[in-house]
């Protein structure tokens, strides 16, 4: 079965530093995997997605995501940290079970940038 | 603008009645779904519609009911039986459920309470 797992639930940086949110993932089939962010009380947006074409993966704001099969893993990445990045960040993988594309949600990193 | 509506923003409801939370599309998507978000374990699914006139349960359906009467609508029912309905609830959709690698759209998402 699919799942992720988000190994840190919180992580702070500062304005102007590197910014890693780790994501490791189980699939029995070659996995479509995305990362979305959550401002306080808002919706989720799209980062970016992983669907078996290049390994590293480009996102809006700056952000992006490699994808490594021999690891399981999919982290998140900015190589410089602004202040309105400061939300909630999931990662997700798509459950390929049966006939319907269901999203399986990791529990949530929740990033603070500091002045 | 093309996107999903959900209203009410805030909800309250006194114990041992029903509510019922309004989601709207204009993207033409087939599927939509029915997430609830509580903190510190990320979204968990309610239900899911790929077509119109059909929906299948999802993790945690009990307590809850929709319909799929149109395209553009897929309202949620919060009902008595639901012991524990205060959380934030976000409706999403895809283009169609059917396709792995595509990712889902959110709305911004009602806060239920129940007081």
């Known amino acids: 079965a699919q799942s992720v797992t988000q190994l840190d639930s919180h992580v702070s940086v500062s304005e102007g530093t590197p910014v890693l949110l780790r994501c490791n993932y189980s699939?029995?089939?070659?996995?479509?995997l995305f990362w979305y962010v959550q401002h306080p009380n808002k919706g989720l947006q799209l980062l970016l997605k992983?669907?078996?074409?290049?390994?590293l993966v480009k996102g809006i704001n700056g952000f992006e995501a490699e994808f490594k099969k021999s690891e399981t893993s999919f982290h998140l990445t900015k190589p410089s940290a602004h202040m309105s990045d400061a939300a909630e960040y999931f990662c997700?993988?798509?459950?390929?079970?049966?006939?319907?594309?269901?999203?399986?949600f990791g529990t949530g990193t929740l990033l603070a940038v500091q002045p | 603008d093309g996107g999903i509506t959900q209203s009410p923003k805030y909800l309250f409801r006194k114990e041992g009645q029903n509510v019922t939370l309004s989601c709207e599309q204009n993207?033409?998507?087939?599927?939509m779904y029915w997430y609830r978000q509580d903190p510190g374990q990320g979204l968990r699914l309610i239900y899911y519609?790929?077509?119109?006139?059909?929906?299948q349960k999802g993790d945690i359906a009990e307590g809850y009911s929709v319909s799929r009467e149109k395209k553009e609508s897929f309202p949620l029912t919060v009902t008595s039986a639901q012991k524990n309905p205060t959380a934030f609830y976000l409706c999403?959709?895809?283009?169609?459920?059917?396709?792995?690698?595509?990712?889902?759209?959110f709305g911004q998402g009602t806060r239920l309470t129940v007081v």
């Open positions: 997700v993988v798509s459950d390929r079970r049966g006939a319907t594309n269901k999203l399986i």
């Open positions: 999403a959709s895809s283009i169609s459920g059917a396709l792995w690698n595509t990712e889902a759209f």
């Open positions: 993207l033409n998507h087939d599927a």
């Open positions: 992983y669907t078996s074409a290049a390994t």
């Open positions: 519609s790929q077509i119109v006139n059909d929906f």
């Open positions: 699939s029995s089939y070659s996995p479509s």
